[in-house]
């Protein structure tokens, strides 16, 4: 069975920290790994990685796989209290369905 | 739609009760999937419609819940008898997707989300 598992499933930082965030999978057909990042209700899409060692970046937040440990990190520098959300990690794979792991909650303090 | 727009954003409604969740998706995206998230909990996986056809109802946790699309665009997710431990917030999403393998890119636009609280 598919699995994806994200740690820590919480996380308090001051303004101005960096943080990471971890996840890691066990798929049998992988095709792709999204980050989401939800707020208050929908989630929004903030990265997709199909290739190993090449990272995606944004601004603050960049992220990058790698497909031979099965694993990806979201990192976010200099946290601002806007950052404070459930941060998702999310398996495609074949069939169609986006496998999503339980989430981080990121609490960012002033 | 400029978005995937869900109703209605709350409904309370009394065990053993049937509720309806509507899903309008994003005009032109033929993928559209149902998830459910309980309190403190990731995304939990229901149903997926290519089209009006659901290739995928593996999800569905119990014959109580069913799920229709209709014109390749607005999904019901119906729950019959609701019990207790359906209450959670149901989100909708929609992509681009087309039937076959696409290398790579499934990315899901969400709904705000139907949140179910049973009494």
């Known amino acids: 069975e598919d699995k994806v598992v994200q740690s820590p499933l919480s996380l308090v930082v001051h303004e101005g920290d960096t943080v990471t965030l971890n996840c890691s999978y066990e798929?049998?057909?992988?095709?792709?790994l999204l980050w989401y990042k939800q707020e208050k209700k929908a989630p929004t899409f903030l990265f997709m990685l199909t290739s190993s060692g090449i990272e995606k970046k944004s601004g603050r937040l960049s992220s990058i796989l790698d497909k031979k440990e099965l694993f990806s990190i979201l990192n976010i520098t200099a946290t601002q209290t806007g950052d404070s959300a459930i941060y998702l990690c999310?398996?495609?794979?074949?069939?169609?369905?986006?496998?999503f792991g339980e989430g981080t909650q990121l609490t960012v303090n002033p | 739609g400029a978005g995937v727009s869900q109703s209605p954003s709350n409904k309370v409604t009394e065990k053993g009760k049937d509720v309806e969740l509507r899903c309008d998706p994003i005009?032109?995206?033929?993928?559209l999937y149902w998830y459910r998230q309980s309190l403190g909990q990731g995304l939990e996986f229901l149903i997926y419609?290519?089209?009006?056809?659901?290739?995928?109802k593996s999800g569905l946790p119990s014959d109580r819940f069913s799920a229709e699309r209709t014109g390749g665009s607005v999904s019901t997710l119906t729950i019959q008898r609701t019990q207790q431990e359906d209450s959670a917030v149901y989100l909708c999403?929609?992509?681009?997707?087309?039937?076959?393998?696409?290398?790579?890119?499934?990315?899901?636009?969400f709904g705000a989300g139907s949140r179910l609280t049973v009494l």
């Open positions: 005009s032109g995206h033929t993928a």
């Open positions: 798929v049998t057909n992988f095709r792709s």
């Open positions: 999310a398996m495609e794979t074949s069939g169609s369905r986006l496998t």
């Open positions: 419609f290519q089209g009006n056809s659901a290739p995928d």
């Open positions: 999403a929609s992509s681009l997707r087309s039937s076959g393998f696409l290398s790579g890119a499934n990315v899901l636009t």
